[in-house]
């Protein structure tokens, strides 16, 4: 316990976890707007893609850096789960927009998908705000909450939008096509759950 006192630990995950969770904010954003303006679809597509990249080799300095540090701030398990799940979600928002293209979604976007997609971007900044707080259990405390009021909202629209797409005599590409788009973007909001609930384990454990 002495050595541990005694030897810098690397702050230096802190700033990387910001920015990471940085990346989903601006992620989520760009998907919205995909939905909102369909025409830039491509666009949004390759931006989302590179943000994606991007994360990916934030998530692999902080596994590496694990294993350059004598002495880390939080337990070594921690920070290679929080990784994790934020890098889970990156890669959920980049599916998202890839199947968005390979399914054809045209101009006529749901509103649903367009709800989704706004909590979404609700989810994903008060990640944020609960990772640049991990020390403040208050703080992820009052993320997780709200995280949670919007997977049970997304839950509602999903589930509502669903029953309507097999309402009258739809299209069955129609049913098909937002069927698998609802499907992605709510398991995009679930996953959101797994940070913060990793979130408070660690703002527990270090408090």
């Not at 002495?2 to 969770?21: K, V, Y």
């Not at 954003?29 to 893609?49: G, M, N, S, T, W």
Request: hydrophobic share 40%.
């Amino acid at each position: 316990m002495l050595l541990g006192r005694l030897i810098p630990r690397d702050q230096e995950f802190f700033s990387l976890f910001d920015e990471l969770a940085s990346h989903l904010t601006t992620a989520s954003a760009l998907l919205k707007d995909l939905f909102e303006h369909p025409a830039q679809l491509a666009e949004k597509v390759r931006q989302i893609k590179d943000i994606e990249h991007k994360a990916d080799q934030l998530t692999y300095e902080i596994n590496t850096r694990i294993d350059r540090s004598f002495v880390t701030p939080i337990d070594p398990e921690d920070i290679h789960e929080l990784a994790k799940r934020l890098d889970d979600v990156m890669d959920l928002l980049d599916g998202t927009a890839r199947r968005a293209e390979r399914l054809h979604i045209g101009m006529q976007v749901r509103e649903p998908a367009r709800k989704l997609a706004a909590l979404l971007v609700e989810a994903t900044q008060h990640i944020q705000r609960g990772v640049n707080g991990v020390k403040r259990p208050k703080q992820v405390n009052a993320s997780a909450i709200e995280v949670k009021r919007i997977e049970e909202e997304g839950d509602a629209i999903y589930h509502e939008a669903v029953g309507e797409l097999f309402q009258g005599k739809p299209d069955p590409l129609d049913v098909i096509r937002w069927k698998e788009m609802y499907d992605t973007l709510e398991e995009t909001i679930d996953s959101c759950m797994g940070i913060v609930h990793v979130l408070q384990s660690i703002s527990l454990k270090n408090a």
